[in-house]
T-cell receptor, first 115, second 112 residues
Framework: KAGVTQTPRYLIKTRGQQVTLSCSPI?????VSWYQQTPGQGLQFLFE???????NKGNFPGRFSGRQFSNSRSEMNVSTLELGDSALYLCASSPPDPSSYNEQFFGPGTRLTVL | SQQGEEDPQALSIQEGENATMNCSYK?????LQWYRQNSGRGLVHLIL?????REKHSGRLRVTLDTSKKSSSLLITASRAADTASYFC????????????FGAGTQVVVTP
């Protein structure tokens, strides 16, 4: 099976702009989670989607939003970018097996730089 | 705040030696997972251990879990230069769908 894919791999934006990141989960996986990784804060959970519904959300401002499509692909959007949004954004998918609760497989990430 | 904390923060060993890192967490968990990350890349899933399990093996990896002490350890035996990476523990809490809480990680350097 192909792994989790994320596009684009690198992005450079300026303050005030908005950005959309895309994630395609492993085939058959319906749960997609997003994380932000920075040197200062480490890995922080943004939100999780399952069957096009947001089931869980982390402590991020409303500028961070996401959605999931019927084919389980997910996008996250950050509006009005700030310098502090520079980070590696990671997406992960989970298999449907209940015994694999929250077992997540990550994509390569999108490196976002805000200038 | 982070649920898990790894110890040590950094570890430097030679090829062939064993590497042990520990993880402590604060609240009851459904399971605990270990991940590896090479220099700013994605996380690679290594192993998942459930709250009712005490030990698990996968190749050169051995993971233990002590729920009474809220701690876990990851042992890498016979380290190789390719094991150089950051290692993270992540906890999954019951009824917290899709959310893993990560520690700050242990940076492991294996020199040939």
């Amino acid at each position: 099976k192909a792994g989790v894919t994320q596009t684009p791999r690198y992005l450079i934006k300026t303050r005030g702009q908005q950005v959309t990141l895309s994630c395609s989960p492993i085939s058959g996986h319906r749960s997609v989670s997003w994380y932000q990784q920075t040197p200062g804060q480490g890995l922080q959970f943004l939100f999780e989607y399952f069957s096009e519904t947001q089931r869980n959300k982390g402590n991020f401002p409303g500028r961070f939003s996401g959605r999931q499509f019927s084919n389980s692909r997910s996008e996250m959007n950050v509006s009005t970018l700030e310098l502090g949004d520079s980070a590696l954004y990671l997406c992960a998918s989970s298999p449907p097996d209940p015994s694999s609760y929250n077992e997540q497989f990550f994509g390569p990430g999108t490196r976002l730089t805000v200038l | 705040s982070q649920q898990g904390e790894e110890d040590p923060q950094a570890l430097s060993i030679q090829e062939g030696e064993n590497a042990t890192m520990n993880c402590s967490y604060k609240t009851s968990i459904n399971n605990l997972q270990w991940y590896r990350q090479n220099s700013g890349r994605g996380l690679v899933h290594l192993i998942l251990i459930r709250s009712n399990e005490r030990e698990k093996h996968s190749g050169r990896l051995r993971v233990t879990l002590d729920t009474s002490k809220k701690s876990s350890s990851l042992l890498i035996t016979a380290s190789r230069a390719a094991d150089t990476a950051s290692y993270f523990c992540a906890t999954a809490l019951t009824d917290s769908w899709g959310k893993l809480q990560f520690g700050a990680g242990t940076q492991v350097v294996v020199t040939p």
